[in-house]
């Protein structure tokens, strides 16, 4: 029987299973990790999650740990909000590093973080990019990448949406080929706060909040509906994530240099898997 300790944790109800893989232990299994992943994340068969973030070594000057994060389809992605802060107190929770404060290797880049509370991350996102405005459907849209390409859609009635329709048509459409984009339906709400909805790319479904995402719909807001920072965002769990930034050009395709984001990471139970777990 094999076995693998796992801890599972959520960002604002973004749920992720998190392995110490700095001995490769996930590659000595004999699967390929794409299916590893996606049979893990199986909810009813296995132990369910949107996503799997692998914690490696790296030779990277400056960064204390690596990271390798996964979509529940078994997709990579270079980068992931909630899961970022997740990464964060796993390491310290397992001795990987020793301060509170951080910094660590993604496919985005290096990523800065920090705890502000016993249960709170605070981290610095990578440079947003390729900021631009979009009309599909005689609608008005913006695109913006925050380490994963995101659609921001403003709507007047959050509950309506068709999240699971609109979000698949508009993240396989063909102006975002071949990568294609997460979809954020965003309603706002006063003028420091917005409530929103996610579609995700790699779950291909409305997950309870995408820190991406979040940073996405609040840099947006930001930009073109002067909402004010520190912006805080309502995720679809309920919980609140905040979004801080600097604003330089609002009329280039790069406006803004320095983003944070902050909010709970949730640690729910430490477990051992065993092979029944992903060979099934």
């Not at 740990?65 to 929770?93: E, H, K, T």
């Not at 695109?143 to 859609?153: K, Q, Y």
Request: hydrophobic content about 40%.
């Amino acid at each position: 029987m094999r076995k693998i300790e796992f801890f599972k944790m959520n960002g604002s109800g973004n749920d992720f299973i998190l392995i110490d893989n700095r001995e490769k232990i996930v590659e000595n299994i004999g699967l390929k990790i794409e299916d590893f992943v996606k049979n893990i994340c199986k909810r009813g068969l296995s132990i369910g999650a949107d996503g799997v973030i692998l914690i490696e070594n790296t030779d990277e000057p400056g960064c204390d740990f690596a990271w390798r994060f996964f979509n529940s389809d078994g997709s990579q992605a270079p980068m992931c909000g909630n899961g970022s802060r997740c990464a964060v107190r796993f390491a310290y929770l397992k001795g990987i590093i020793s301060d509170t404060k951080t910094t660590f290797l993604t496919g985005a880049g290096k990523i800065y973080g920090e705890i502000v509370g016993i249960n709170t991350v605070k981290v610095q996102l990578t440079k947003p990019t390729d900021y631009k405005t979009i009309n599909l459907d005689n609608q008005t849209m913006y695109f913006i990448n925050t380490g994963v390409p995101h659609l921001v859609i403003f709507v007047d009635d959050l509950g309506s949406v068709d999240v699971a329709g609109l979000g698949a048509k508009y993240r396989y459409h063909d102006v975002f080929a071949p990568a294609g984009a997460n979809v954020d339906f965003v309603n706002v709400l006063d003028n420091n706060t917005i409530a929103i909805r996610t579609y995700e790319r790699g779950v291909e479904a409305e997950t309870l909040a995408c820190g991406t995402g979040a940073t996405a719909s609040g840099l947006i807001s930001g930009l073109v509906r002067d909402i004010q920072t520190p912006i805080e965002v309502q995720t679809r769990s309920g919980k609140m994530l905040k979004v801080y930034f600097q604003i330089n050009n609002a009329q280039s395709h790069e406006p803004i240099d320095i983003v944070f984001l902050e909010g709970d990471s949730m640690l729910s139970f430490v477990g051992t898997m065993i092979d029944e777990a992903w060979d099934y």
